[in-house]
Structure formats: structure tokens, C-alpha cells
Nanobody, 114 residues
């Protein structure tokens, strides 16, 4: 079993930055791909970025050049550095991890004011 705990969300003005963290704990063998998804009110949960254990990254077009995903395998932690934030980035951000199955965190709210 894997437990994921996100932190780092909050309220920021447009153009500002936030850094999200997600730490995995519990009993598991190896965590493979980790990622971030987001869900705004009335919408589906969408991919933001993923990163493999080897460091290969994938980004949604809407965040390319503004967001950077990284991970520390020794700490089983994934990060999302978000720069040049826009009001449309407002959403609940969820951490995701693949071990033998997918696990989700509880989500952290990110609100970007205009």
C-alpha cells in the first residue's frame, strides 16, 4: 500500500509561483511513474505532468515552459514547480503514483487570482 501526501498549495497572484510536493509512504517495492493531475470545478481530472523513475518527463501543452516536474527517488517524493501562474491554473492538484497499481493523494488546492 502507498499513501501519498501533497503539500504546497495555496493562493497566489497571477504571474507568481508555487511549488507542490508529494511524498509517498507505506509498504511498497518500487514506485515507477509519478505525476500530477488537476481538476477544476465542473471539469474532469486532467494530466499536468508525469515523470518516470528514470527521469523522463511529459507535460500537458498548457503548462509546457511554465511548470517543471522533478522527483527524488531516495525520498519517494515528486515535486511540481509552477511558475508564471495564470487564473486558469486554479484547480485541485492531485499526486499520482504507479506501484503495482495507481494511487492518488487527497489533493491540494491551488488558487491563482487575477
Amino acid at each position: 500500500q502507498v499513501q501519498l501526501v501533497e503539500s504546497g498549495g495555496g493562493l497566489v497572484q497571477a504571474g507568481g509561483s508555487l511549488r507542490l510536493s508529494c511524498a509517498a509512504s507505506g509498504t511498497f517495492f518500487v514506485i515507477n511513474t509519478m505525476g500530477w493531475y488537476r481538476q477544476a470545478p465542473g471539469t474532469e481530472r486532467d494530466l499536468v505532468a508525469t515523470i518516470t523513475r528514470g527521469g523522463t518527463t511529459n507535460y500537458a501543452d498548457s503548462v509546457k515552459g511554465r511548470f517543471t516536474i522533478s522527483r527524488d527517488n531516495a525520498k519517494n517524493t515528486v515535486y511540481l514547480q509552477m511558475n508564471s501562474l495564470k487564473p486558469e491554473d486554479t484547480a485541485i492538484y492531485y499526486c499520482n503514483a504507479l506501484e503495482r497499481r495507481y494511487y492518488w493523494g487527497q489533493g491540494t488546492q491551488v488558487t491563482v487570482s487575477s
